[in-house]
Every structure is written in structure tokens, then in C-alpha cells.
């Protein structure tokens, strides 16, 4: 993005991306008056594609808490069509960016940063070469993401440099002793830490049994997972497959916000991170959706 990163050292403009400028997203945050609030979704495949819209809400919540929500002219500006891949949670957050007043356009992409004039310039992906400036208050920017400089033109990547395995068995498909997991394959599912949990549940098995020369089994449905946080204290959790159909764990209509799943996602998910993913004692909540759901799914 022209203007950046040195754009970052002016005011109001930050990013939850890194450790170096998330600080700055909560600065511009105290600090906004009155005007526009943009964030930002890249033309990429991100990180957590749920994180861009997360801070705007709570963002949104915390200007309503301070009095100066009636101020703010919330934009969201998506690379993307849609506000979200998957219809049901979409239809969920198309209605509260209704009754919250938030404004998105789509298809726009950022492409440039003049902070010193508090512009930003987007691109219409519809017509190509054409662009818009819009003045900010405050800008929250997604940088735009791609493959480890070690993977692009490796002969175990993709043209695009993502790793090229198999979207099932997870296993190379031109090496068969090379598997990847995570955000550095070409798998065609949202790159989360769910998602992850999941692969290298398939993964453990999988290995062990092409170690012994058999056939691996356990197939990778491409299952996701992304805890919208909406405000201070709800979450929707949007879980879903390859195909973009809800794979919720629990029997409850889960595009609906609720303070259970927030509580899940602050105080739950932390431990397991820690305590049993980076262990490799948590390979996702297959076997907990089988079981409330009497095995049906």
C-alpha cells in the first residue's frame, strides 16, 4: 500500500496486524472527534478474515459507551463482495451493520495512504483504474497478506508460492513426504487457528499411517472457525466446511450473538491455544460436535 508503513507514524491510523501498531488502533480510538472511521479488507487472503470486521464493532460499541457514536461515520471498505463467505452468518451481520448504522461498500481496495492529509484511496475492483479519496478521523488498515518470502518460486509451492497439497489427506501432491498445515498451504478454507486445530488432528493420523506404508484414512473437510466478536460481551461463531455450510459444534442456532460464546472464545479458547493445540492435544471439536449432536453430524 502506497503510504505505508511510514503512514503509521502519523496519528489517527492503526492496525490490529502487528505488534508494532495495534497500539495505535486503540490511540485512534480515544482520540477520534467527529468524522469518518474506515476499515479496511485487502484484496488477499488474510489471517482471520473475521478480525477486520471484529475491531470494527468494537470500535462502534466503544464510541456508543463514550458518547460519540452520533459522530462517527462508520465505513467498511471490502476488497470482497460479500460481507462474509458464508450465507447464514452473513445475513446475521448484515443486520446488525443495519441497526448499528454502519455503512459498506464492496469491492473497494485500498491502495494508498496519504496520512499527512488524513486521505485514503481505494480502488473499484468493478472498474478497474478507477478511484475514490476519502477523508478519515480514524483508519484501521488490514495490510494485504500473502506467502513467507521462503515458500514463493520453492518447488514445493503453488505459482502463487502457497504450499501445494492435497485438500483432504493434506499431503504434498507432487512430494509425498512433505505435509503442510496452516496458513502457508493453498487450502481453500479461512486461515484460523480452528482451521489449524482441525488439519493437524487429520495430520497425526495421517502421517503415522503413510509412515507404515498404508493409505492414509482421515480426510480434512475444511473445517473453520471464526468468533465474530460484536460488542463488548457477544459473539456469533461462524463455523463451517469446505463448501461454506455451517459445521457448528453446539445444537443452538449459532448466527445469533450470545454472551455464552463470548465467554467461550475470552476465557476458554486462550487455555486450549496454549494449553492443548500448541501440544498437539487439540485437533479441533469433531468429536465434541458428534457428541451434542447424538452423532447426526
Not at 505459482?159 to 512433505?178: A, M, R, S
Request: aromatic letters at 10%.
Amino acid at each position: 500500500i502506497k503510504g505505508l508503513p511510514e503512514g503509521f507514524n502519523h496519528p489517527k491510523i492503526g492496525s490490529n496486524y502487528s505488534v508494532h501498531t495495534v497500539e495505535k488502533t486503540w490511540k485512534a480510538l480515544q482520540d477520534f472527534k467527529e468524522g469518518n472511521a474506515i476499515f479496511t479488507f485487502p484484496n488477499t487472503p488474510v489471517k482471520c478474515a473475521g478480525a477486520p470486521q471484529k475491531i470494527m464493532y468494537l470500535s462502534e460499541a466503544y464510541w456508543r459507551k463514550t458518547g460519540k457514536r452520533p459522530k462517527a461515520n462508520i465505513m467498511f471498505n471490502t476488497s470482497l463482495g460479500v460481507i462474509f463467505g458464508v450465507k447464514k452468518y452473513a445475513d446475521a451481520l448484515l443486520k446488525i451493520i443495519e441497526e448499528r448504522n454502519i455503512a459498506v461498500n464492496y469491492k473497494r481496495n485500498l491502495i494508498e495512504v496519504r496520512a499527512d492529509k488524513q486521505e485514503a484511496v481505494f480502488e473499484n475492483l468493478d472498474k478497474p483504474g478507477e478511484t475514490e479519496v476519502h477523508q478519515y478521523e480514524m483508519l484501521h488498515v488490514t495490510p494485504p497478506m500473502g506467502p513467507p518470502d521462503v515458500l514463493i518460486n520453492s518447488p514445493v509451492s503453488d505459482e502463487v508460492g502457497w504450499v501445494d497439497v492435497n485438500k483432504e489427506t493434506l499431503q504434498h501432491k507432487k512430494y509425498p513426504n512433505i505435509f503442510g498445515i496452516g496458513d502457508c498451504t493453498n487450502l481453500p478454507t479461512s486461515r484460523t487457528a480452528a482451521a489449524v486445530a482441525a488439519q493437524s488432528g487429520v495430520l497425526d493420523k495421517t502421517i503415522s499411517l503413510v509412515m507404515k506404508n498404508q493409505s492414509p484414512t482421515k480426510k480434512y473437510d475444511g473445517y473453520t472457525s471464526c468468533p465474530l466478536v460484536t460488542s463488548y460481551n457477544k459473539v456469533i461463531l461462524a463455523e463451517f466446511d469446505y463448501n461454506a455450510q455451517p459445521l457448528e459444534t453446539f445444537p443452538i442456532d449459532q448466527s445469533k450473538q450470545r454472551t455464552s460464546m463470548y465467554h467461550m472464545k475470552a476465557d476458554m479458547m486462550p487455555f486450549l491455544y496454549w494449553n492443548a493445540l500448541l501440544k498437539g492435544y487439540w485437533g479441533g471439536p469433531a468429536p465434541i460436535r458428534k457428541l451434542m449432536h447424538l452423532g447426526l453430524k
